[in-house]
Antibody, heavy 121, light 106 residues
Framework: QVQLQESGSGLVKPLQTLSLTCTVS??????????WSWIRQHPGKGLEWIGY???????YYNPSLKSRVTISVDTSKNQFSLKLTSVTAADTAVYYC?????????????WGQGTLVTVSS | IQLTQSPSSLSASVGDRVTITCRAS??????LAWYQQKPGKAPKLLIS???TLQSGVPSRFSGSGSGTDFTLTISSLQPEDFATYYC?????????FGGGTKVEIK
């Protein structure tokens, strides 16, 4: 079964760039059929979808973050990555990677365990 | 599309029937999913397309609705069901989630 695991820096200084990587196991990103997404959850709050990437490199970003977000894919490593520039305290959140959307529907399944990123000097 | 869940929290006892509602700011046909999230864990997909139960999800969970009004029902609440539940609309980009409903032990 497909599993996802986030990795990256848990502490980022204000105005710097947040960088996270999601490693996929149990399935190949290159096999197609699924987009691969980043989603975040502010402490004690709800969920915000950041954007997705396809193995071909096609992306879609949430307009609320579009100017600061880049999602990339490395099919040779079966990974996809998130970069968020010019971070502030408002970007402190648990960041999840997830499989989806797909041709079956625009839901997310499965999810990684999540990684907390704190923005602080 | 904005999703409004109600209530934001509820207290219930084991064995109770629990209903959570999700209202969309515009019609989304049956393009809605429900997730369960336990503390410190990632959300887990329960229901897709408003009423399709995912494999392995207990049959006490059910979803219904279309257009703008949707419900998630737990027919007989079990101890492992105490969690926060989120709806997500599948219809329009950007994909969005409801604010969550926390189900607590009475």
């Amino acid at each position: 079964q497909v599993q996802l695991q986030e990795s990256g820096s848990g502490l980022v200084k204000p105005l710097q760039t947040l960088s996270l990587t999601c490693t996929v196991s149990g399935g190949s990103i290159s096999s197609g059929g699924y987009y691969w997404s980043w989603i975040r959850q502010h402490p004690g709050k709800g969920l915000e979808w950041i954007g997705y990437i396809y193995y071909s490199g096609d992306t879609y970003y949430n307009p609320s973050l579009k100017s600061r977000v880049t999602i990339s894919v490395d099919t040779s490593k079966n990974q996809f990555s998130l970069k968020l520039t010019s971070v502030t305290a408002a970007d402190t959140a648990v960041y999840y990677c997830a499989r989806g959307p797909s041709g079956y529907g625009n839901w997310f399944d499965p999810w990684g365990q999540g990684t907390l990123v704190t923005v602080s000097s | 599309i904005q999703l409004t869940q109600s209530p934001s929290s509820l207290s219930a006892s084991v064995g109770d029937r629990v209903t959570i509602t999700c209202r969309a700011s515009q019609g989304i046909s049956s393009y809605l999913a429900w997730y369960q999230q336990k503390p410190g864990k990632a959300p887990k997909l329960l229901i897709s397309a408003a009423s399709t139960l995912q494999s392995g999800v207990p049959s006490r969970f059910s979803g219904s609705g279309s257009g703008t009004d949707f419900t998630l029902t737990i027919s007989s609440l079990q101890p492992e069901d105490f969690a926060t539940y989120y709806c997500q609309q599948l219809n329009t980009y950007p994909l969005t989630f409801g604010g969550g409903t926390k189900v607590e032990i009475k």
